[in-house]
């Protein structure tokens, strides 16, 4: 099969792996499972949630004995309702100095355990009604958090995934053009964005442009794959709704010289899908539209097409290194 230089590892949801479980699985447990699915040679853990249980140097032991490499850390602050009005915007500042120093505690156990990338999904900063929030105040909290966190370990990049909204009505960083900005006033070379393809639909963004924008603004850090019908975060199986743009984004992707970790962030255990084939299955259609992709990569009439802006072109170019040639 066709590939892409520099090949990404592929990671999957942990979470997803504790359907059928018996008890109160640990993040070894689910770790273990995801070691079961052939592609799936790296893994994201949550913190604080998957050291419950085991500390950074059980954690790279686990890991190890699964075949798994860690990819990175994400901080995860919503499963403490003493961050339910925000963390980094919490209206009292005890806590925002609380969900910063658990950010510090998180980079500390990734550097322990020799990684390297942390996301940051701030979903629970945000806003539900008209005058609940000071924007300016909120806005320059943010960035003050987030160069503290990214000056606490400069060797450590930090990722911000963004999101219209949920758990908040709306985010306080809910789109592309608001993260850069927010970045931009971060000013850290060790910043950047998290791609979340069903988030950037969600935006009504395409997937492809944010890659290309993130290359020439900032840094893209990380590739959360999956699929969606635009008006939620469906987390669905990759490629199952929008293929042509997933072969787009993983086109931007070679174009741009994006060489990180795929991770799956789909949602098996809404749909009560089996885990484990539901990680096989998005193994199987990344590799097969990143082959469509490696094809398209050379391809002087798309390239041509593109110039022209000729999508009808495009259109049967695309169709044909998908679904074959009539």
Same mark, same amino acid.
């Given at each position: 099969?066709?590939?892409?230089?520099?090949?990404?590892?592929?990671?999957?949801?942990?979470?997803?792996?504790?359907?059928?479980?018996?008890?109160?699985?640990?993040?070894?447990?689910?770790?273990?499972?995801?070691?079961?699915?052939?592609?799936?040679?790296?893994?994201?853990?949550?913190?604080?949630?998957?050291?419950?249980?085991?500390?950074?140097?059980?954690?790279?032991?686990?890991?190890?004995?699964?075949?798994?490499?860690?990819?990175?850390?994400?901080?995860?602050?919503?499963?403490?309702?003493?961050?339910?009005?925000?963390?980094?915007?919490?209206?009292?500042?005890?806590?925002?100095?609380?969900?910063?120093?658990?950010?510090?505690?998180?980079?500390?156990?990734?550097?322990?355990?020799?990684?390297?990338?942390?996301?940051?999904?701030?979903?629970?900063?945000?806003?539900?009604?008209?005058?609940?929030?000071?924007?300016?105040?909120?806005?320059?909290?943010?960035?003050?958090?987030?160069?503290?966190?990214?000056?606490?370990?400069?060797?450590?990049?930090?990722?911000?995934?963004?999101?219209?909204?949920?758990?908040?009505?709306?985010?306080?960083?809910?789109?592309?053009?608001?993260?850069? *900005? !927010?970045? &931009?006033?971060?000013?850290?070379?060790? @910043?950047?964005?998290?791609?979340?393809? #069903?988030?950037? /639909? =969600?935006? $009504?963004?395409?997937?492809?442009?944010?890659?290309?924008?993130?290359?020439?603004?900032?840094?893209?850090?990380?590739?959360?794959?999956?699929?969606?019908?635009?008006?939620?975060?469906?987390?669905?199986?990759?490629?199952?709704?929008?293929?042509?743009?997933?072969?787009?984004?993983?086109?931007?992707?070679?174009?741009?010289?994006?060489?990180?970790?795929?991770?799956?962030?789909?949602?098996?255990?809404?749909?009560?899908?089996?885990?484990?084939?539901?990680?096989?299955?998005?193994?199987?259609?990344?590799?097969?539209?990143?082959?469509?992709?490696?094809?398209?990569?050379?391809?002087?009439? *798309? !390239?041509? &097409?593109?110039?022209?802006?000729?999508? @009808?072109?495009?259109?049967?170019?695309? #169709?044909?290194? /998908? =679904?074959? $040639?009539?």
């Amino acid at each position: 099969m066709p590939d892409l230089p520099n090949r990404p590892r592929y990671a999957a949801r942990l979470n997803a792996f504790r359907i059928g479980l018996p008890g109160k699985p640990t993040a070894a447990d689910m770790i273990a499972r995801a070691g079961q699915v052939a592609g799936i040679d790296a893994a994201d853990l949550n913190y604080p949630d998957h050291f419950e249980a085991h500390t950074p140097a059980q954690m790279s032991d686990v890991l190890s004995g699964a075949g798994l490499a860690l990819n990175g850390l994400a901080m995860r602050y919503y499963t403490d309702p003493g961050f339910r009005l925000g963390a980094f915007t919490h209206p009292e500042a005890r806590v925002r100095r609380a969900a910063i120093d658990l950010t510090r505690r998180g980079l500390d156990a990734l550097a322990a355990m020799g990684g390297r990338i942390m996301t940051l999904w701030l979903g629970q900063d945000g806003v539900d009604y008209s005058f609940q929030g000071d924007y300016a105040a909120m806005w320059d909290a943010t960035v003050a958090a987030l160069a503290e966190v990214a000056d606490h370990n400069p060797a450590l990049d930090i990722a911000v995934e963004y999101k219209p909204n949920e758990p908040r009505a709306f985010a306080l960083l809910p789109d592309l053009g608001m993260n850069l *900005l !927010a970045l &931009a006033e971060v000013n850290r070379p060790n @910043t950047g964005i998290t791609l979340d393809f #069903a988030h950037v /639909l =969600y935006a $009504g963004e395409i997937p492809a442009q944010v890659a290309s924008i993130v290359a020439r603004k900032s840094r893209l850090l990380g590739v959360h794959l999956n699929d969606g019908y635009g008006k939620r975060d469906d987390g669905l199986m990759v490629g199952s709704v929008h293929p042509m743009q997933t072969v787009e984004l993983f086109l931007e992707l070679h174009r741009i010289g994006y060489d990180g970790v795929i991770y799956f962030d789909t949602f098996p255990d809404h749909g009560g899908l089996d885990p484990v084939a539901e990680a096989a299955a998005n193994v199987q259609m990344a590799d097969r539209l990143r082959a469509v992709a490696a094809r398209l990569a050379g391809s002087a009439a *798309l !390239a041509g &097409a593109i110039r022209r802006q000729d999508a @009808t072109a495009s259109l049967r170019i695309v #169709a044909d290194a /998908l =679904y074959g $040639g009539a």
